[in-house]
């Protein structure tokens, strides 16, 4: 079965610093997808960063960017430049290529962010 | 911008007592989700939903559950007896196509006692 795992409960990073998420997953599937999911206190999950697993290059979008590392099985999120508005509750979740919508999801990491 | 919508926001209930949980998907989204989260643990996929019938349940989904899409606009989660450990946060999610992005609803807190 698969699984996604975030060792790191809470995370603090001082406005302007970066700040890298962690995030492992277990699975014996080639073909799937990782996404990094933002949830803001009281809002709804809105998805942050996806990465194919068949690609190489690893995804980024504006200050986020995600180290993936195949073989270890390794998912991290990395903010730069981090504003009092990245302050969430960020998720790592994984999905097979053909699952459709199955998200498998981590523990969350509760990131804040001190001016 | 377009977004997935929850109500009721916060339900509390009885052990034994039939829920819904409403959910107004994004207008032009054909596939439907409910997840759920118990406090201080992960979210899990409950189900998914295309063309009016369930194309995909986890083992949480049992008898008791059932969704439906009674209007073409409305996606709903039916608990029909609610036990303590129904207790939960519910999040409603849909997606253009089977491997679009999901966009997620704040979610309805359910509280049975």
């Known amino acids: 079965a698969q699984t996604v795992t975030q060792s790191q409960p809470e995370m603090s990073v001082q406005e302007a610093e970066t700040v890298t998420l962690s995030c492992t997953y277990d699975?014996?599937?080639?073909?799937?997808?990782l996404f990094w999911y933002k949830q803001p206190p009281s809002r709804q999950m809105i998805l942050v960063i996806r990465q194919e697993a068949y690609k190489q290059q690893n995804a980024t979008e504006n200050r986020f960017s995600v180290n993936f590392q195949k073989a270890a099985k390794s998912f991290s999120l990395k903010i730069s430049d981090s504003q009092l508005g990245d302050a969430a509750m960020y998720f790592c979740?994984?999905?097979?290529?053909?699952?459709?919508?199955?998200?498998?999801f981590g523990q969350g990491t509760e990131l804040s962010v001190k001016p | 911008e377009p977004e997935v919508t929850q109500t009721p926001s916060h339900q509390v209930t009885q052990m034994g007592q039939e829920v819904i949980l409403r959910c107004v998907p994004i207008s032009n989204h054909l596939y439907f989700y409910w997840y759920r989260q118990i406090l201080g643990q992960k979210v899990e996929f409950l189900v998914s939903f295309y063309n009016n019938e369930i194309s995909e349940k986890s083992e949480i989904f049992d008898d008791q559950f059932s969704v439906e899409r009674p209007d073409g606009s409305n996606f709903t989660l039916k608990i029909r007896s609610t036990k303590l450990e129904d207790s939960a946060m519910y999040f409603c999610?849909?997606?253009?196509?089977?491997?679009?992005?999901?966009?997620f609803g704040e979610g309805s807190r359910l509280t049975v006692l």
């Open positions: 999610a849909s997606s253009r196509g089977e491997t679009g992005e999901l966009f």
């Open positions: 699975t014996s599937e080639s073909d799937y997808y």
């Open positions: 979740a994984y999905r097979l290529y053909n699952q459709g919508g199955k998200l498998i």
